[in-house]
T-cell receptor
Framework: AQSVTQLGSHVSVSEGALVLLRCNYSSSVPPYLFWYVQYPNQGLQLLLKYTSAATLVKGINGFEAEFKKSETSFHLTKPSAHMSDAAEYFC???????????FGKGTRLSVIA | DAGITQSPRHKVTETGTPVTLRCHQTENHRYMYWYRQDPGHGLRLIHYSYGVKDTDKGEVSDGYSVSRSKTEDFLLTLESATSSQTSVYFCAIKGEYTEAFFGQGTRLTVV
């Protein structure tokens, strides 16, 4: 069965520091991969997506992620954290264009001034 | 923002009562989904639809039913609400080979 693992339910970084949120997936076929962000009391907003084009994907708000097939990973990074990045982040995978997304359990990012 | 409206946004109901949540879209997307979000569990799929009157079960479908009589509406019914169904429910829509777009959520409390 397809699955997504997000390492670390809570990550804390200082303002201006590198953000690294980890995501690994299980799949025997090339997946579609997504990162979503959720601010308090809101729905999920797409940050970026990988759909078998470039392996380095750039998203909104300065975030990017790299698809590494050999490591079955799709980690999310941002060079310099901002206070406004504090939110919960979800990695999701789909294995064809019309299958439901399967989500990881989420990682809450705190940014310390 | 994608045209998705969930109603109601908040609801408190008593154990044993039926509850229906509505998801309405204006995007004419074929695929619609109901997820529930609980701390420590992320989002889990309840049911989904791939067309009018075409639905299928997800990971946590027990105690829930769905209906889709029109492209734009996808209803989720809790047949007899239980405290374990206290959660935040999200509707999502998706085109083929695109990302999913989410509604604002419905916070349901079963007392």
């Amino acid at each position: 069965a397809q699955s997504v693992t997000q390492l670390g339910s809570h990550v804390s970084v200082s303002e201006g520091a590198l953000v690294l949120l980890r995501c690994n997936y299980s799949s025997s076929v090339p997946p579609y991969l997504f990162w979503y962000v959720q601010y308090p009391n809101q729905g999920l907003q797409l940050l970026l997506k990988y759909t078998s084009a470039a392996t380095l994907v750039k998203g909104i708000n300065g975030f990017e992620a790299e698809f590494k097939k050999s490591e079955t990973s799709f980690h999310l990074t941002k060079p310099s954290a901002h206070m406004s990045d504090a939110a919960e982040y979800f990695c999701a995978v789909s294995f064809s264009g019309n299958t439901p997304l399967v989500f990881g359990k989420g990682t809450r990012l705190s940014v310390i001034a | 923002d994608a045209g998705i409206t969930q109603s109601p946004r908040h609801k408190v109901t008593e154990t044993g009562t039926p509850v229906t949540l509505r998801c309405h879209q204006t995007e004419n997307h074929r695929y619609m989904y109901w997820y529930r979000q609980d701390p420590g569990h992320g989002l889990r799929l309840i049911h989904y639809s791939y067309g009018v009157k075409d639905t299928d079960k997800g990971e946590v479908s027990d105690g829930y039913s769905v209906s889709r009589s029109k492209t734009e509406d996808f209803l989720l019914t809790l047949e007899s609400a239980t405290s374990s169904q206290t959660s935040v429910y999200f509707c999502a829509i998706k085109g083929e080979y695109t990302e999913a777009f989410f509604g604002q959520g419905t916070r349901l409390t079963v007392v």
